[in-house]
């Protein structure tokens, strides 16, 4: 996790208003909405590096109510679209969705369904997709 966070802090672009890092209460406050428990890796990427910005993927974030990648609101839309209630979005992209189940497992939801393509935490996925974008 160490080595694809500075990863990341390597290549995060300069923005003219940077992203903000949440903080726990947040979090928790997005749980209660979202009815779900956030698994610990997101939890994780969330609190230390979802004020990155890199390449064309945005994954999600945590701090900003108003922004288009707020958790709550990306996983109400996702959810709206058919992806199942109990996997929370960290990704949209072109209208498929990187999936986290409740392990922490990724998986892309494509299509109306899971595919095939799975990494074990949000950190593979972090170094696979979004690095390689």
Do not use: F
Request: charged fraction near 30%; charge should be negative; hydrophobic fraction near 40%.
């Amino acid at each position: 996790m160490e080595e694809i966070l500075e990863l990341l802090r390597e290549h995060n672009e300069s923005v003219p208003v940077p992203l903000e890092l949440p903080d726990d209460d947040q979090l928790i406050q997005i749980e209660e909405e979202i009815l779900l428990p956030i698994p610990r890796d997101i939890k994780e990427y969330l609190l230390e590096a979802s004020d990155v910005v890199y390449g064309s993927l945005e994954p999600v974030t945590a701090a900003d109510r108003n922004s288009h990648t707020y958790l709550a609101e990306v996983t109400a839309v996702a959810w709206s679209l058919g992806v199942p209630h109990h996997l929370l979005p960290i990704c949209e992209d072109r209208g498929m969705y990187y999936v986290a189940d409740p392990e922490g497992e990724i998986t892309l939801w494509k299509d109306g369904e899971l595919t095939e393509e799975t990494w074990p935490t949000i950190w593979y996925w972090v170094r696979e997709v979004w690095l390689e974008s």
